[in-house]
Nanobody, 119 residues
Framework: QVHLVESGGGLVQPGGSLRLSCAVS????????MAWFRQAPGKEREVVASIPATGRTTYAESVKGRFTISRDNAENTLNLQMNSLKSEDTAVYYC?????????????WGQGTQVTVSS
């Protein structure tokens, strides 16, 4: 059974940075397509960034140039480096395995990690 545990969120001022991590058990991140999602209050969950098993990473237009998705195969984690944070980045962030291209999540959601960008 796949288990996803997100961490690294917190309160940060606009312009600041955070690094999120998703600890994965039950599957290898290195051979699966993975993604970070986020859900802001009152909004639907959306894909922020995705990384295929092989190929290029993709990003939502709203985070291009500011966020970087990566994975650590040795630690079996998925990471999201977030720079130049804006108030509109405030959301609960989740990771998941996906069908690459359509970003359909495949595993039960973890608890997520709250990111709050505020002065």
């Amino acid at each position: 059974q796949v288990h996803l545990v997100e961490s690294g969120g917190g309160l940060v001022q606009p312009g600041g940075s955070l690094r999120l991590s998703c600890a994965v058990s039950g599957m290898a991140v290195g051979i699966n397509s993975m993604a970070w999602f986020r859900q802001a209050p009152g909004k639907e969950r959306e894909v922020v960034a995705s990384i295929p098993a092989t190929g290029r990473t993709t990003y939502a237009e709203s985070v291009k140039g500011r966020f970087t998705i990566s994975r650590d195969n040795a630690e079996n984690t998925l990471n999201l480096q977030m720079n130049s944070l804006k108030s509109e980045d405030t959301a609960v962030y989740y990771c998941n395995r996906i069908i690459y291209g359509i970003n359909h999540p495949l595993e039960p959601w973890g608890q997520g990690t709250q990111v709050t960008v505020s002065s």
